[in-house]
């Protein structure tokens, strides 16, 4: 009987090197070959992150864009938030990203002043631009083009937990706009809640942890100021109306009518501490409702406007859908984005996400939000009293290193000790570095 | 491990000395034997022989250049460009180490860093080291289960950790503080108070890290000649001057390993600071990985993040370089 041959050191080298070789060669024969040509619908990509809820209103809505365009097939590409943006630079750097992403308002300014989007001029026209109202849209452009779709919105309101309200004899909230507590009244009911909580328990928070600094924002605007002068370039928050808003906001914290986790700095959100009963109110986004809040608050709350001083005001929250300029089919690209913020679709996305509507003809529509629908008509009111100049301020390229010196600055302010003054002259520096830096 | 441990150690012959070893065995050949054919001959060798070690060395040189010194060589180059990280960038030469230096945030981060490596590393050795001494007798009963337990947090992943420490330390719903109320001592501002931030996040360290010390040097005992010991307890010394002179210097090496590795890791700290506090209150906790993620994602200043991570492999390298001399010179004395 045969033995099979052992292979000696040399043969297994040169069988390897023969075969390395083949692999060379057939891999270069491949890349070289013609590719069958394509047939069949063009593909278009999308990258998002996305919520269980909203996950399940996108594979929807692109099932009724395929359903409509048979000629164009849409890849859903869901991630997760944290990989999400690290994910699209490397991709654009590389120029194999993908042919539309999604992308929060204040982040917009960054992609569309580095001309990498798609440009959706020549896909608009004014029917279709007026059909949104003017600060969305305004959150999408720069420079005057449009560079996507506004395709929800989201903002702040105060929500508060009726037991401990009418515990502390708090019996009257209001529930309109133009009835909205003062900045005074607010605080007076504050300590008032406060006066009957327990050790550990505090009146209120507020949903400016982190990467949402800006919305502290809304103080500043309503206090009437601004954090940028009409050119968008030169800083405006070192005013009276500035120092103000520091001030009132950091009596939050020297009052001890906040926990003092809650700074800018910290990682404390609302949906743990409102449902834990920790505070009796919480100044929160609508997006929060369908999840830790509507499934462990398990007492009677409701929501009332923010807060008003010189004027009332709101917060810029939610997202654009932008397309790429590397996008190998602009047009099939334009058309679903389009789809995504028809009447039905954005329609379908808000009631499912429990989501705002940047249409027109959507802001005084009865929605059927999943999730207490009462509340959301009122966070669709909250949204309206954003002007386009504040839209502006919070969407300019520099904005993310604007809203790093909010988080760090104010939480100096909050928890630090800084003075207001100082917390307003350094903010305004960063501002001027931070525009300089992008012009 | 354990096994590149003692290959290193003073005396043994490594694998990289026997291969250098037997490259000049060539030269005799070459000297004694006449001119021509024979000289020409072991020359041949000698060159075959070296092609031959660096075919075998090739696939590892390739690897490290790929993936190892092309991104740190790009990285550089990185570190002097104003970028966003896509788009068109601008070389600007020294400005992102000029900008580094005159931060206050990026020398708070140093310093936090450095703090965080010092309260960590040497606690979680000596943890780590203790709990060896403690689990390596091979009579305790249900000594596995117990490694298992000191090694089973080694095993989940940073985030889960992460998570699972916000939680614990959380001033407000936390476990940490709830406990400490219930045994009638003053709550502890673990979120909104500095040095409180930055225990919460060194014990949460430890209890991760301390498994694989306990490991590593439960390795290092095993392989140690109990004979020395034996000789010692005949002589009369005690367990204490038994651990100090002879089972502490025998572990040098894994102790050398262990401080290196630990320090790389202290150094590095991403999920943990990330995911637990966000580097704050007021940038108290916050590290200079975090701080280049933040500056080079959220910011979009890749160029300056990149000078920040550069700054880091300096530090790193300059660390190890250090503690090698020191550590070569004490295995020399």
Redesign the interface.
Request: glycine share 8%; proline share 5%.
């Given at each position: 009987m045969n033995q099979p041959r052992a292979l000696s050191r040399r043969q297994f080298l040169a069988a390897s090197g023969l075969a390395a070789g083949a692999l060379g060669v057939a891999a270069c024969g491949g890349s070289s070959a013609p590719k069958s040509k394509k047939s069949g619908p063009a593909t278009v990509t999308f990258t998002t992150w996305a919520g269980a809820a909203e996950a399940t209103a996108f594979k929807q809505i692109v099932t009724a864009f395929e359903a409509a365009n048979k000629s164009i097939k849409v890849n859903l590409d869901i991630v997760p938030y944290a990989e999400m943006f690290q994910g699209i630079d490397a991709k654009l750097q590389a120029g194999d990203a993908p042919d539309m992403f999604r992308v929060t308002y204040t982040n917009l300014g960054i992609y569309s002043s580095k001309n990498v989007l798609l440009d959706m001029t020549p896909y608009v026209d004014s029917a279709f631009i007026s059909q949104f109202q003017p600060a969305y849209w305004s959150a999408i452009s720069f420079k005057g083009k449009p560079y996507g779709v506004p395709h929800q919105t989201d903002t702040t309101m105060l929500l508060y937990n009726k037991d401990m309200l009418d515990a502390a004899g708090v019996t009257s909230v209001p529930d309109t706009l133009a009835s909205t507590w003062t900045w005074e009244e607010f605080l007076a009911v504050a300590k008032k809640v406060q006066a009957k909580l327990p050790a550990g328990h505090y009146a209120f928070m507020y949903d400016w942890a982190q990467t949402g600094a800006f919305r502290w924002l809304s103080w500043l605007f309503e206090a009437g100021g601004n954090l940028l002068n009409a050119d968008l370039k030169t800083p405006a928050i070192n005013s009276p109306a500035g120092l103000k808003a520091i001030e009132f906001t950091q009596s939050f914290f020297t009052e001890q009518l906040v926990p003092k986790n809650t700074s800018t700095g910290n990682a404390t959100y609302p949906d743990s501490l409102f449902p834990a009963k920790t505070i009796a109110m919480a100044f929160a986004a609508d997006f929060l409702l369908p999840g830790d809040i509507a499934s462990a608050a398990k007492f009677p709350y409701a929501a009332t406007f923010q807060p008003r001083d010189v004027t009332v005001s709101s917060d810029l929250g939610g997202n654009g859908i932008v397309g790429t300029n590397q996008s190998k089919n602009p047009e099939a690209a334009a058309e679903f984005l389009k789809f995504l913020v028809s009447r039905q679709s954005q329609q379908t996305f808000c009631e499912q996400a429990c989501e705002l509507p940047t249409r027109k003809d959507l802001v005084d529509a009865t929605l059927n939000w999943t999730v207490r629908p009462d509340l959301m008509k009122m966070f669709v009111q909250q949204a309206t009293v954003l002007t386009p100049f504040q839209v502006e301020q919070v969407t300019i390229p520099a904005f993310g290193s604007i809203n790093t010196a909010l988080q760090n600055q104010l939480d100096a302010a909050f928890v630090g000790g800084q003075s207001a003054s100082t917390t307003a002259a350094n903010i305004s520096s960063a501002v001027s570095s931070a525009t300089a830096a992008s012009a | 491990m354990s096994s590149d441990l003692n290959g290193a150690r003073p005396g043994g012959t490594t694998g990289s000395e026997a291969l250098i070893a037997s490259v000049p065995s060539a030269e005799p050949a070459t000297a004694a034997g006449p001119k021509g054919m024979a000289g020409l001959a072991g020359r041949w060798w000698a060159i075959s022989e070296t092609l031959t070690a660096y075919?075998f060395l090739a696939p590892t040189i390739a690897f490290f250049a790929v993936f190892m010194f092309l991104p740190i060589g790009l990285g550089f180059w990185l570190s002097l460009e104003?970028s966003?990280?896509?788009?068109?960038s601008t070389f600007v030469g020294l400005a992102n180490y000029r900008a580094m230096i005159h931060d206050p945030?990026f020398w708070k981060t140093l310093g936090n860093t450095a703090i965080y490596t010092i309260l960590t590393v040497p606690s979680s050795v000596l943890i780590g080291l203790a709990i060896a001494l403690l689990l390596k007798d091979e009579f305790l009963r249900g000594r596995n289960i117990y490694r298992s337990f000191v090694y089973f947090p080694m095993v989940i992943s940073g985030v889960a950790t992460a998570i699972v420490g916000?939680w614990m330390f959380?001033?407000?719903?936390g476990v940490a503080d709830k406990f400490l109320a219930a045994v009638h001592l003053p709550?502890i501002?673990w979120?909104?108070s500095s040095f409180p931030a930055m225990m919460s996040l060194v014990v949460m360290t430890l209890w991760t890290r301390v498994g694989f010390n306990m490991v590593i040097y439960l390795a290092g005992l095993q392989n140690m000649d109990s004979s020395y010991l034996e000789a010692a307890a005949v002589d009369g010394a005690g367990p204490w001057r038994r651990f100090r002179r002879v089972t502490w210097p025998m572990l040098g090496p894994t102790t050398f390993f262990l401080v290196v590795m630990n320090v790389i890791y202290s150094f590095q700290v991403f999920d943990l600071v990330y995911v637990?506090?966000?580097?704050?209150?007021?940038?108290s906790t916050n590290m200079l990985g975090v701080y280049a993620y933040?500056q080079g994602?959220?910011?979009?200043?890749?160029g300056y993040a990149t000078a920040i991570g550069m700054a880091l492999f300096v530090l790193v390298l300059a660390f190890t370089a250090i503690q090698w001399r020191v550590s070569r010179h004490r295995d020399l004395a």
């Amino acid at each position: 009987m045969n033995q099979p041959r052992a292979l000696s050191r040399r043969q297994f080298l040169a069988a390897s090197g023969l075969a390395a070789g083949a692999l060379g060669v057939a891999a270069c024969g491949g890349s070289s070959a013609p590719k069958s040509k394509k047939s069949g619908p063009a593909t278009v990509t999308f990258t998002t992150w996305a919520g269980a809820a909203e996950a399940t209103a996108f594979k929807q809505i692109v099932t009724a864009f395929e359903a409509a365009n048979k000629s164009i097939k849409v890849n859903l590409d869901i991630v997760p938030y944290a990989e999400m943006f690290q994910g699209i630079d490397a991709k654009l750097q590389a120029g194999d990203a993908p042919d539309m992403f999604r992308v929060t308002y204040t982040n917009l300014g960054i992609y569309s002043s580095k001309n990498v989007l798609l440009d959706m001029t020549p896909y608009v026209d004014s029917a279709f631009i007026s059909q949104f109202q003017p600060a969305y849209w305004s959150a999408i452009s720069f420079k005057g083009k449009p560079y996507g779709v506004p395709h929800q919105t989201d903002t702040t309101m105060l929500l508060y937990n009726k037991d401990m309200l009418d515990a502390a004899g708090v019996t009257s909230v209001p529930d309109t706009l133009a009835s909205t507590w003062t900045w005074e009244e607010f605080l007076a009911v504050a300590k008032k809640v406060q006066a009957k909580l327990p050790a550990g328990h505090y009146a209120f928070m507020y949903d400016w942890a982190q990467t949402g600094a800006f919305r502290w924002l809304s103080w500043l605007f309503e206090a009437g100021g601004n954090l940028l002068n009409a050119d968008l370039k030169t800083p405006a928050i070192n005013s009276p109306a500035g120092l103000k808003a520091i001030e009132f906001t950091q009596s939050f914290f020297t009052e001890q009518l906040v926990p003092k986790n809650t700074s800018t700095g910290n990682a404390t959100y609302p949906d743990s501490l409102f449902p834990a009963k920790t505070i009796a109110m919480a100044f929160a986004a609508d997006f929060l409702l369908p999840g830790d809040i509507a499934s462990a608050a398990k007492f009677p709350y409701a929501a009332t406007f923010q807060p008003r001083d010189v004027t009332v005001s709101s917060d810029l929250g939610g997202n654009g859908i932008v397309g790429t300029n590397q996008s190998k089919n602009p047009e099939a690209a334009a058309e679903f984005l389009k789809f995504l913020v028809s009447r039905q679709s954005q329609q379908t996305f808000c009631e499912q996400a429990c989501e705002l509507p940047t249409r027109k003809d959507l802001v005084d529509a009865t929605l059927n939000w999943t999730v207490r629908p009462d509340l959301m008509k009122m966070f669709v009111q909250q949204a309206t009293v954003l002007t386009p100049f504040q839209v502006e301020q919070v969407t300019i390229p520099a904005f993310g290193s604007i809203n790093t010196a909010l988080q760090n600055q104010l939480d100096a302010a909050f928890v630090g000790g800084q003075s207001a003054s100082t917390t307003a002259a350094n903010i305004s520096s960063a501002v001027s570095s931070a525009t300089a830096a992008s012009a | 491990m354990s096994s590149d441990l003692n290959g290193a150690r003073p005396g043994g012959t490594t694998g990289s000395e026997a291969l250098i070893a037997s490259v000049p065995s060539a030269e005799p050949a070459t000297a004694a034997g006449p001119k021509g054919m024979a000289g020409l001959a072991g020359r041949w060798w000698a060159i075959s022989e070296t092609l031959t070690a660096y075919s075998f060395l090739a696939p590892t040189i390739a690897f490290f250049a790929v993936f190892m010194f092309l991104p740190i060589g790009l990285g550089f180059w990185l570190s002097l460009e104003n970028s966003s990280g896509f788009g068109v960038s601008t070389f600007v030469g020294l400005a992102n180490y000029r900008a580094m230096i005159h931060d206050p945030i990026f020398w708070k981060t140093l310093g936090n860093t450095a703090i965080y490596t010092i309260l960590t590393v040497p606690s979680s050795v000596l943890i780590g080291l203790a709990i060896a001494l403690l689990l390596k007798d091979e009579f305790l009963r249900g000594r596995n289960i117990y490694r298992s337990f000191v090694y089973f947090p080694m095993v989940i992943s940073g985030v889960a950790t992460a998570i699972v420490g916000g939680w614990m330390f959380n001033e407000n719903l936390g476990v940490a503080d709830k406990f400490l109320a219930a045994v009638h001592l003053p709550t502890i501002h673990w979120q909104s108070s500095s040095f409180p931030a930055m225990m919460s996040l060194v014990v949460m360290t430890l209890w991760t890290r301390v498994g694989f010390n306990m490991v590593i040097y439960l390795a290092g005992l095993q392989n140690m000649d109990s004979s020395y010991l034996e000789a010692a307890a005949v002589d009369g010394a005690g367990p204490w001057r038994r651990f100090r002179r002879v089972t502490w210097p025998m572990l040098g090496p894994t102790t050398f390993f262990l401080v290196v590795m630990n320090v790389i890791y202290s150094f590095q700290v991403f999920d943990l600071v990330y995911v637990m506090t966000g580097g704050g209150p007021s940038n108290s906790t916050n590290m200079l990985g975090v701080y280049a993620y933040q500056q080079g994602f959220i910011e979009n200043q890749q160029g300056y993040a990149t000078a920040i991570g550069m700054a880091l492999f300096v530090l790193v390298l300059a660390f190890t370089a250090i503690q090698w001399r020191v550590s070569r010179h004490r295995d020399l004395a």
